[in-house]
């Protein structure tokens, strides 16, 4: 029985080995596709001739400035409350909440029947007086008049121009208009109401450029002038940025702070940006145009920087770099290369000098748009 068991057993194994044997026929014989290589080269892993997948990026010259980050508060470009000059009763509200306004467009009115009464009298005086002025010089060609008596009489009628004057302004004080363009806020007050001066009617803004103010520490107080670019975001606007100019630095450095106050101003002509919102906004100083590639494509040995170019036969070089400034995810290249240039983006690890690879997105190195590029600076 032993005996009838180790023949089975022999078989049984003989039968196996001759499967796999078929199995390695079929998978590596004749007519079918070597089994995929690991990527390698010359030096690098697999053996040599073989072709490594790499991810290129094209190297492009982009704007580079270095940036100081603060926070800020945005001011409308005008902003005034209107209210009432004069005590009355309001007349009319000649405006609907948020409604925009041209200089001397009419705000609001207050009862001016007394004043307009006043004004009417001595409009009638002053006609009175102009007359009895002319006749006067009338009778001066036939010397039946005095000198005194003419200066009498044109002297009253230039008191009844002042009195019309004096009378105009206080009729006009009873119309409020919008000292220059804007938007009107909300209304505080209702038609019939009896005001008093000061009392508040509506607020007006000029927003169609808004002003930006924020603080920069005075160690960086070199770098502030007037002109300079800044950027700035809010979190209403996610992801959106917003230009303008720097336009005046403060005189003084706040001794408690040590901080120096400057100014901006931001193009709002879709008047999204609104007086009291918050921002986060960037200084850009120096800007230049620089060659930069994405940091992971740089590779230090011993305080040295490289990177791998690839030549049009996907063949890899070491260059030796001299980087500048570097920003979140990218580094400023200095010395080493030119724009055009194709570096190894991803897949530099164990890569050697004139290794062959397999650029794996090459449709996307021919678009590929220039972002611009900031080394940023948390001043604090």
């Known amino acids: 029985m032993s005996f009838e068991l180790s023949k089975r057993s022999l078989v049984i194994t003989l039968g196996l080995a001759l499967s796999v044997a078929v199995g390695g026929w079929m998978y590596f014989g004749e007519g079918s596709s070597p089994a995929p290589r ?17 991810v290129a990026v094209a190297v492009e010259k982009e704007v580079f400035g270095d940036r100081l980050e603060a926070i800020g508060t945005l001011f409308a470009n005008e902003s005034v409350t209107i209210t009432a000059k004069t005590q009355g009763i309001i007349r009319s509200l000649d405006f609907e909440d ?3 306004f041209k200089r001397g467009d009419q705000i609001a009115a207050i009862d001016a029947g007394e004043q307009d009464a006043a004004l009417n009298l001595e409009l009638a005086n002053l006609e009175q007086q102009k007359k009895s002025l002319e006749r006067t ?13 003419v200066d009498e009489t044109v002297a009253l009628v230039k008191k009844a121009e002042a009195s019309v004057a004096a009378a105009r302004v206080r009729s006009g004080d009873r119309r409020i208009v919008a000292p220059f363009p804007g938007i009107v806020g909300t209304r ?5 109401a009896l005001v008093s001066p000061g009392a508040v009617i509506t607020t007006l803004d000029d927003i169609s450029e808004v002003k930006l103010d924020f603080a920069i520490p005075e160690t960086f107080m070199a770098a502030l002038r007037p002109g300079l670019d800044i950027e700035a975001m809010a979190s209403a606007y996610a992801g959106e940025t917003f230009k303008g100019h720097v336009i005046a630095v403060d005189s003084r450095v706040d001794p408690v702070t040590r901080s120096v106050g400057v100014r901006a101003v931001i193009a709002n002509e879709d008047l999204r940006l609104r007086p009291g919102m918050l921002m986060v906004v960037q200084l850009i100083k120096d800007q230049r145009e620089s060659l930069m590639v994405p940091e992971i494509a740089i590779l230090p040995e011993n305080d040295q920087m490289y990177v791998f170019t690839i030549s049009p036969e996907n063949v890899v070089k070491r260059l030796k770099v ?6 979140a995810g990218a580094v400023e290249v200095v010395e080493g290369l ?3 240039d194709i570096v190894v983006k991803e897949g530099i690890l164990d890569l050697r000098d004139g290794a062959r690879v397999n650029v794996v997105n090459v449709n996307e190195l021919t678009q590929q748009p220039a972002q611009p ?3 940023v600076r948390h001043p604090g």
């Open 373 to 375: 590029s900031d080394a």
């Open 137 to 149: 010089m009338g009778l001066v060609a036939e010397q039946h008049v005095s000198q005194s008596k």
């Open 38 to 54: 690991q990527a390698g080269g010359p030096g690098g892993r697999g053996g040599p001739g073989m072709v490594r997948p790499v």
């Open 188 to 192: 505080r007050i209702s038609v019939g």
């Open 322 to 327: 001299v980087i500048g400034r570097r920003r």
């Open 338 to 340: 030119q724009a055009g």
């Open 98 to 100: 948020g409604q925009t």
